[in-house]
């Protein structure tokens, strides 16, 4: 495998769960991977809780969090004591996991301000690769796809990291309910087709029960199907409370994937380049017709919790 012969030159990788909070809890599948050729991995996600966790719609910027240790303008060392308002965060929680302290990554300062940021990161870290790591697989959307429901945190990183040495690693195969397997299936296999893929690995069984006790207590369901999937869960699961997947031993893969190939197949990563806020790339998205994460979470705040 291609990525095998990456790895042998790798001695450190910043590992980023790119599509919010949940996905940091998928990094411990990727690192676990990444052992077997002595990578040492740096730990980090997105700051962005569900809107049923934090009422606030959005991600959080690290000056919103306390008990962390600024890096830079977008990123910050989070432990186990992070959190919002008193709520944990879920890279909080990996952290406590994990027993070290690991990177929280700030969106809302836009596309430029994060490309400087990690940047600024690899550099004084000495990262040799960095790694966006997907619950699910909607990063390889193009946004026409009726089940998408989360694109702008994806869009944002993927804008970075194309600036980057980097890779992407989608972890679940269609986990998150957003694309569908025909989707996926197509996208991977066009990317294949610009020799795009870079291999794959399975998440075995051992490491799935050394996890599941710690992910269980995650609020997070795209990270969550593939551990259970790697036990022999067979059958049907709820996620983003309405879509129903099917689950097997195939929602137990991780696929490695070419930055650069993602970024020339889809509109939504160049869409968002060069915005200096969150808010910005929404409106970049809003423009070539695409409804986002954040749009859903403020329609739910204006619903629900406005005025408590």
């Known amino acids: 495998m291609k990525i095998a012969k990456m790895l042998k030159n790798v001695d450190r990788a910043l590992l980023i769960g790119m599509g919010g909070g949940g996905d940091a809890v998928s990094t411990l599948a990727v690192a676990e991977f990444f052992k077997l050729f002595d990578v040492e991995c740096i730990y980090g996600g997105v700051i962005w809780e569900r809107v049923t966790r934090d009422k606030k719609p959005g991600p959080l910027s690290i000056e919103e969090i306390e008990n962390c240790k600024s890096i830079n303008d977008c990123l910050a060392w989070i432990d186990s004591n992070s959190n919002y308002r008193g709520l944990k965060l879920i890279v909080a929680q990996v952290a406590e996991f994990l027993g070290c302290k690991v990177v929280g990554v700030d969106i809302t300062k836009g596309e430029k301000s994060l490309t400087e940021s990690l940047k600024d990161f690899v550099e004084k870290e000495k990262v040799d690769l960095v790694v966006g790591v997907d619950a699910g697989g909607d990063s390889l959307a193009r946004g026409n796809e009726r089940g998408l429901h989360s694109p702008l945190a994806d869009a944002i990183v993927l804008a970075s990291l194309n600036k980057l040495n980097s890779i992407v690693a989608i972890v679940g195969f269609g986990s998150d309910g957003e694309l ?53 869960y067979y059958g049907k699961m709820k996620v ?69």
């Open 240 to 308: 983003w409370d309405k879509a129903v997947i099917d689950v097997s031993i195939l929602n137990a893969l991780i696929f490695y994937v070419k930055t650069d190939v993602i970024y020339k197949l889809s509109k939504l990563p160049k869409a968002v380049e060069g915005t200096a806020s969150v808010w910005e790339a929404n409106e970049r998205l809003h423009e070539i017709g695409i409804k986002t994460e954040l749009d859903h979470e403020i329609e739910v705040f204006e619903r629900e919790f406005k005025g408590t």
């Open 180 to 232: 569908s397997r025909n989707e996926l299936e197509l996208y991977l296999s066009e990317i294949a087709r610009m020799d795009g893929v870079l291999g794959a690995s399975l998440i075995t069984r051992d490491f799935a029960d050394n996890v599941v006790g710690f992910v269980e207590n995650v609020y997070t369901t795209a990270s969550k199907i593939p551990i259970i999937a790697s036990q022999g």
